[in-house]
């Protein structure tokens, strides 16, 4: 089974990579800015993690979050660790990785493209919200730029 984080398969567009995390912007922008940081190593529980990708970690979230909210100004940020979709496979394999959803309590637009946020308040609904390509590509530019 190949994993889509480490690097032994593929998932979204890589932003930039620390010591023990990589960080990716999400192929789904349902939720504008929709990241995902990943360990690099295999690890498959939480409990697994060392200290210091802990304090890696505790130093990634508000880097993400000073970011994102220069950029897209959400009003809160949902922070999800689910593996449920490992789960899916005749042999589930899950790996430690952190969903990071900005969340909007208005409109928003990036690029042209309006993005609204119907459900929040509530948990983030599992529906892919693909956008053109050069707009994702300028979205992981602004990132790189800012982080």
Request: charged share 25%.
């Amino acid at each position: 089974m190949t994993c889509e984080y480490c690097g032994k398969g593929s998932y979204g567009k890589l932003i930039t990579g620390r010591k023990y995390w990589n960080i990716f912007l999400a192929p789904s922008q349902r939720y504008l800015g929709t990241c995902v940081i990943a360990i690099k190593r295999h690890c498959a529980n939480l409990s697994e993690l060392e200290d210091f990708e802990w304090m890696e970690f505790s130093k990634i979230v508000p880097e993400m979050e000073i970011v994102i909210k220069k950029l897209f100004n959400p009003t809160l940020f949902n922070w999800s660790c689910f593996k449920n979709a490992a789960y899916r496979s005749d042999n589930p394999d899950p790996e430690v990785h952190w969903h990071l959803i900005p969340r909007y309590d208005s409109e928003v637009e990036f690029h042209g493209i309006k993005f609204e946020d119907p459900d929040f308040g509530y948990i983030p609904q599992p529906i892919t919200g693909e956008i053109p390509k050069d707009v994702m590509n300028s979205m992981l530019s602004e990132f790189k730029t800012n982080l």
